[in-house]
């Protein structure tokens, strides 16, 4: 709206209209005023009772918590050896002790350089930095789409990233991870799964022989290892003693290259001498804290560990099978060879072996469920049972519900305090005059006041605290009647004054978990169609959220997807805003009205002035 043309001081009348219309339009916006103290006392409860419904959520989410089962059927395992295997329970677990012993741990396939290789970080190619041929190179990672490498393009960084973005012909992974350690100038490739059906399989496309030397300069190689730690008496004064095989003769050959020893003579370190320094291009290596023997070759696809008995087949004084030898490509003691193909390198996992309850088990990974107890793997011993004991978890029943009770004493008390807080009905909302009067730390005391009590009495929060209260103090029908109400399990209100807290009597609550962990299930969780029936957390869960409705459709939801708020507090604040905007259409009409009234005042002053002017000069000249 267009101000009207304002004149003023022509008469000389001296007045101040601009205080004039300041303090007649002080008095109309009074009634403005009023509307903008109730829009923001309904803007104060609104946010009231959301902070109240917070809180009830908060309550209703840990309710939630205790209508399930699994709050309550709480298992534990405990191991005997966690050196071995360590175990939790699932719900589905059944009390009691298994027995378990561990004789091989899963692994995944393993394809890696035996020994440094020839490596120059300087340079950024493959032939320069391996001192290969120039050339190229394609092969497939088990069964992958295929990778051509090119040596005198691409870097080891390259190869390795290739190797480990490879994609089977359906866009998943070929599942092996593979790196380079530039320190160590040593390769790395291992398959992501681990038991005897995962592998690393690579295979030169065509199947020709490594044209350029790739993975010979690599040295990935076969290996051959013990399994399972072996039988090692470090005191032993020979093989025999050492091993506990038969005395005698041992003849055998790796890759063609003699070897003599006698088990009633040589040690365990004669057998490592022995392959070492037979010419066979193998590394033999006895680890007397695994108590394993490691032999590998690092000729590449061309490698391989023949190992041949004197008599084929026949292992006269069980020397090999003491050692427990298999290798990663499938070495087997009937043929004794590891021969790898000329154009592929494999590598095979092994599966976990146990023997649970009696019963030989094998699993492909080191972490399994059985009978709803989750077994990890941390070592073997073939020798020694390990105990699994499962139990039910009273701790964490018994937190579970105390967890329950706390929040349930603090949102009672929160709500409680809301409604019986004390109102000041002479402190109502500051306006902008008032503000402006007052210091900061003033407007906050007075702020403190006035929102103080909007919600003292509220037969709404007041009906849900009855509800909550009513509920807990009933009897569960259909369930043992010596575990039918929470005072039967140690759980009791204190007197009037404190409305409604809970106690805990600790021990009492522990007897009850310990002794019927079903029955206290059932008090807080048991379903029914028959309210009487339904457990005592199904029905406070009801309650709350009846009640939680109840506040939304009273003053809202801040979560709420809606621009708009419908609820009935949010329709009031839309009003008054309404009344507001009406308001301050209509005091703009008055301050121009007046404006022009006094403009009006200020032109006929000023006429009459002339006028009075006018005739004062005639008069005087008529009067020579």
């Known amino acids: 709206m267009i101000s009207p043309t ?3 001081g022509l008469s000389g009348s001296g007045l101040d209209i601009d205080s004039i219309v300041s303090g007649l339009m002080k008095v109309q916006r009074v009634k403005q005023d009023k509307i903008k103290q109730n829009q923001t006392i309904a803007e104060w409860q609104r946010s009231d009772y959301r902070d109240m419904n917070n809180s009830l959520r908060a309550l209703r989410d840990n309710v939630f918590n205790m209508k399930l089962q699994g709050t309550f059927l709480t298992k534990n395992a405990t191991s005997s050896n966690e050196g071995i295997v360590k175990a939790t329970a699932n719900i589905s677990a059944v009390a009691g002790v298994n027995n378990v012993q561990v004789t091989q741990l899963a692994n995944n396939a393993r394809l890696n350089s035996v020994a440094g290789v020839t490596f120059d970080a300087t340079k950024s190619t493959l032939k320069d930095q391996l001192g290969l041929a120039a050339g190229t190179v394609t092969f497939t990672v088990n069964g992958s789409q295929s990778i051509t490498i090119d040596t005198s393009v691409d870097s080891i960084d390259t190869l390795v990233s290739k190797i480990n973005s490879a994609k089977m012909a359906n866009g998943t992974s070929a599942g092996v991870s593979a790196s380079f350690d530039k320190t160590l100038k040593r390769m790395f490739i291992s398959s992501t799964a681990t038991g005897s059906s995962a592998q690393v399989n690579f295979a030169t496309v065509p199947a020709t022989t490594d044209p350029v030397n790739l993975f010979s300069a690599l040295k990935l190689g076969s290996s051959l290892n013990s399994t399972d730690a072996v039988s090692f008496n470090s005191g032993g004064a020979n093989l025999a003693a050492q ?19 006698d088990s009633g003579t040589n040690t365990m370190n004669d057998l490592v001498n022995a392959i070492n320094t037979s010419g066979a291009g193998v590394t033999a290596n006895f680890d007397t804290v695994q108590n394993k023997l490691f032999i590998t070759n690092g000729n590449g696809v061309s490698g391989n560990i023949d190992i041949a008995t004197d008599v084929a087949g026949t292992d006269p004084q069980g020397l090999f099978a003491a050692l427990k030898l298999s290798s990663n490509p499938g070495f087997n003691l009937s043929t004794a060879s590891v021969v790898p193909d ?24 080191n972490q399994f469920t059985i009978s709803g107890v989750n077994y990890t793997l941390t070592g073997t011993s073939s020798s020694q049972t390990v105990n699994v004991s499962v139990a039910n978890d009273t701790d964490a029943v018994y937190n579970s519900i105390k967890s329950f009770v706390d929040l349930y004493n603090t949102t009672i008390d929160k709500v409680n305090s809301k409604i019986s807080e004390e109102r000041y009905k002479d402190y109502l909302p500051l306006t902008d005059d008032q503000r402006a009067q007052l210091t900061t730390d003033q407007q906050k005391q007075w702020e403190d006041k006035a929102k103080s009590g909007l919600l003292r009495n509220d037969s709404l929060l007041s009906g849900i605290v009855n509800n909550m209260r009513s509920t807990l103090y009933s009897i569960v029908g259909g369930v043992d009647t010596n575990y039918n109400s929470l005072s ?3 759980i009791t209100t204190g ?20 002794a019927n962990p079903q029955s206290v299930m059932d008090l807080f969780s048991k379903s029914s169609s028959v309210t009487g029936e339904k457990g005592l957390a199904v029905r406070l869960y009801d309650d709350l959220t009846g009640g939680i409705n109840q506040i939304i459709n009273k003053a809202g939801s801040e979560n709420s997807y809606s621009m708009v708020d419908n609820s009935v507090l949010g329709q009031k604040i839309t009003d008054y805003n309404k009344q507001i905007l009406d308001w301050d259409s209509r005091l703009q009409d008055m301050e121009n009205r007046y404006y022009t009234q006094y403009s009006a005042m200020e032109t006929a002053l000023s006429k009459m002035n002339q006028q009075s002017a006018w005739l004062t000069q005639q008069l005087g000249g008529s009067s020579k």
């Open 6 to 8: 304002r004149v003023f």
């Open 243 to 261: 091993l506990g095989i038969t005395s005698g003769a041992i003849n055998f050959t790796i890759n063609g290259k003699a070897i003599a020893l």
């Open 342 to 365: 000329a154009s592929t390198l494999v590598a095979k996992g092994v599966d976990a072996k146990i023997i649970l309850n009696g019963v030989s088990l094998t699993e492909a990974g």
């Open 488 to 490: 039967d399990i140690g």
């Open 495 to 514: 007197d009037y004054s404190e409305k409604g807290k809970l106690y805990i009597n600790e021990q009492k609550l522990k007897d009850a978990i310990a």
